[in-house]
């Protein structure tokens, strides 16, 4: 067993867990994160997207352990006062989910990609989630959620809710 | 009295919705989420062979792992002698073998269950399974469907004599609904004016890949046993466990929580929800059994998987006199529970949106060592599409007609609806023309051409190719006595009950099971409509058969198209019970009522009680008139007179790189006509998500096995789902023509994209490739194939032997050796 300190979506936890634990798994298993889900065992779904430090991961591929004084955000963490982070909110509008189980892992990775590219092309966006498969969509109204969230996150932009750097900082 | 303000009409308006709100803030309920204190977990030993017999397993070292609570072989729990139900008796004489829980003496395809572990934890679980000794003696794998039916061919079941699963035949000159195919083809061999075409096409065998793994939860402490699984057929499920294990139906419950997609491989009576009910029961205390996704890959059933034997007799100006369809369809090896039936209804698509006068129908089933098949979205009728799709433009290019043109010539004009077709359904409304021309408007159908004339002439490394597909389907499964004629073990209707609350809100107890097409929320505008109440009043409670007693769930797009109409008829019924309390509240007469927009008015005054007033009224049930009850609830049952038939025109246009055989998705039109659209949100998105898998059976996916039975895409690494960056931009619209079979004028939409899409792709690449000689390529039409048939039709391959190539795509084991790539320089 190894000792571990996170903060997950804003609460510091203390654990003892398994050297071989996944984050996905103390995530679920641990801290009662159901939001977080698997979908698959060779990390190719993305399904359990998470931000690790402000970077988007697989949380099937990082270690319990390797989350030891890091901050997780997982899509529980996005909402503001009640108030849906603009990506949540995109896929909403733009009926971006049916089943919604790749949806969490998909709003994640997402957010992320904003973060690096404020106003991604349709491209842009097709490339940048293509390590999350959705079975349902077809992708094309993730895509439009996608560029319709950078639209509405655009500084200046209105009703962008305040997000803290961890939400909005992707690869920064 | 209440002022009803509701002005807008809820059916049509493309609400958002009502399911998201938790599903994008990860307030989900899966099965797998579940946690009960005392919970066990399961592991499920399996076999890696495909074919073996079982001569001893030793599991002492694992029942040593601490943590562990039992360790049970088949015989431990009886899970050997239990036979999992196939729902379709497509036959009298069908041949059907037994399909236990966990594999008792011999294991029949790669991933079996022989065993189980219980322990306290997952982790603790699959640990100890890994120490449990098996000792198997190897049998030969039966795996190529052909060799599987002759004679003294290495047996899967040898206690069935046979490999033959059962031979189902439809002839329209035996029914009398044509002329007899035979006689047709005969003549036309004979006939100077017309031409015989012949081909073969292959189905490869597909994975469903709904993206949440199965999960089973069950729960034996309370006096209904409990069960939570992802499953699309809770109903289903309850009653076929009670059957299956000779359980009371009165003491199972069976609840289908968040479902995370289905696609038809979630309509099962799975071995792991078996499995997990039996170790609830022997030890109980709840149990979870949660599936890896290679698991999933491995032991959920498949889909596809057939080799069609298409003819087709045709004047030579372009008219189809006779029609033969052949198939042989993989089982796998055991029957699903709707399995021996799903390539059946294809016998009631060949035919398509075509006046053909002749037609013959006639599959043979067949058992192999691998995972066995069942439906998946579309079930039956892709396969048919596909088949008839495909030779549609091969009869097109051995005439010299354009494609389109060819297919004008054929089709039931507008004007010829209602029209019963030579395999005896009677379509009831439709306009090809209309759907065509808008699609053919979208694409600049003579723009492309132009287009690939060009690119042609100039020799283009990126050459583009057309492709068509104009289809219909069957859905809105089923008529009962339909269903009964064809021998299927239940009936089709569907049921809805309404209960109206003291505070005027509804609650809609639906029968269906939802797993991601927004029922919820396109039920509640259908109720909102009729009831005259707000949409955010009315909620739908789905997918508990505590409160949902009565269902036969969601498959075979009939969810609004039965389900919906249930709904409308228990509407009708609210009321029609509210009417009389209404009149004795307003003190008039029943005759003198009117209701409209949620209000019953006294005609030709401003009096009125709104529908909650009456709801209150039978609440308090102070004062209402004698003889009736104070209870407007209501309950309907809706038995479809017949099925819906959506139709719709696809067009595909592809760059085929000449140079590495990729082929990249140009562009991709389709005109649907759904009939009456509910919510246009939700059909936009039923259609593109039905595109994408539609288009990766053409271009991407694959369930190959090796020659020794091994099943060589058991992850996602090697399924190859696409991703967004294959895929692009569709352009989607939809034309109506309401249906008359039901009040709502619907038709169905889950399965259309995926039915229709598949051909229209795979038409593309060839119409990129013919020039080169190339006359066919097996699907998925991956780089490799279309490079080796480009270069091996120009004489210009490598080694020759590529198709030998024991990677995904290769078309090993599912293919009869070199057949995945076919040549016929000159052919054509």
Redesign the interface.
Known sequence: MARIRTTVDGLVYEDDV?PRMLLVQYL?ERL???????????S??G?CTVHLDGLSVKSCSVLAVQANGSEVL???G??RDGQ?HPV?QA???N?A????????GM?MQSIDLLGDNPDPT?RE???G???????????????RAVQDAAQKMKPGAHAAPQAPQSVAGGGA | MTTMDRPVQEIGRDR??K??????????R?T??Q?ITGLLHISIVRSPFAHADIKGIDTSAAKQVPGVVGVYTAADLGADAVQLPCAWPITKDMKAPQRPALAGGRVNFAGEGVAVVVARSA?IAKDAAELIEVDYAELDPVLDMEEALKEGATLVHPELGTNENAQWVFDSGEAGSGGSAAEAIAKAEKADDQVVVRRRFRQQRLVP?????RSTVVDPTGEQLVMWSSTQIPHILKTMLALTLGLPENKVRVIAP????G?GGKIAVAPEEVVTLLVARKLGKPVKWTE???ESLLTAHHGRDQIQDLTVSVTRDGKITGLDVKLIADMGAYLGLVGPGVPILGAFMFNAIYKIPAYRFDCTNVFTTKTLTDAYRGAGRPEATFGIERMMDEVALELGIEPMELRKRNWISHEEFPFTTVSTLTYDTGNYEAATDQAMAMFDYAGLRREQDERRKRGDVKQLGIGISTFTEMCGLAPSRVLGSLDYGAGGWETASIRMLPTGKAEVVVGVSP????HETAFSQIVADKLGIPFDDVEILHGDTQSSYRGLDTYGSRSLAVGGIAMVKAAEKVIEKAKPIAAHMLEASEDDLEFTAGKFGVKGTDKGVGIADVALAVFAAHDYPEGIEPDIDAHATFDPENFSFPHGTHLCAVEVDTETGFVQLHRYVCVDDVGTVINP??V???V??????GIAQALYEEAPYDESGTLLSG???DYT?P?????I??DTANTSTPSTTNPLGVKGVGEA?TIASTPAVVNAVLDAVRQYGVADIDMPTTPFRVWTAINSAKGTAGRGDEANVASPGAGLGSNVKDSSVKNQGGAL
């Not at chain 2, 968040?258 to 997609?261: L, N, P």
């Open positions: 398994e679920r009662g994160k159901t939001g977080t889900v698997i979908g698959c065992d060779t190719n779904c399904a997982t899509v529980e996005l909402e849906l949540q896929f909403h509008d009926h989910l049916q089943c919604g189980y790749c949806t969490p709003i349709e966006v097709r490339e989630i293509e390590g999350n498969l959705c079975r349902c969509t077809g992708y094309q109204n993730i895509v | 958002r919705r399911e998201d709100r938790r599903l994008i803030t990860g307030r989900t899966w797998d989420n946690a982790a890949v709904f993206m949440e793994p968040d479902v995370g997609g696609f890896t996704r290679s797993h991601g097409q927004g949100l939700i936009e998105g039923q593109h998500g039905g595109l994408a898998q992850t996602l690494v789902l991703s967004a960056a294959d895929l931009s569709f994209g």
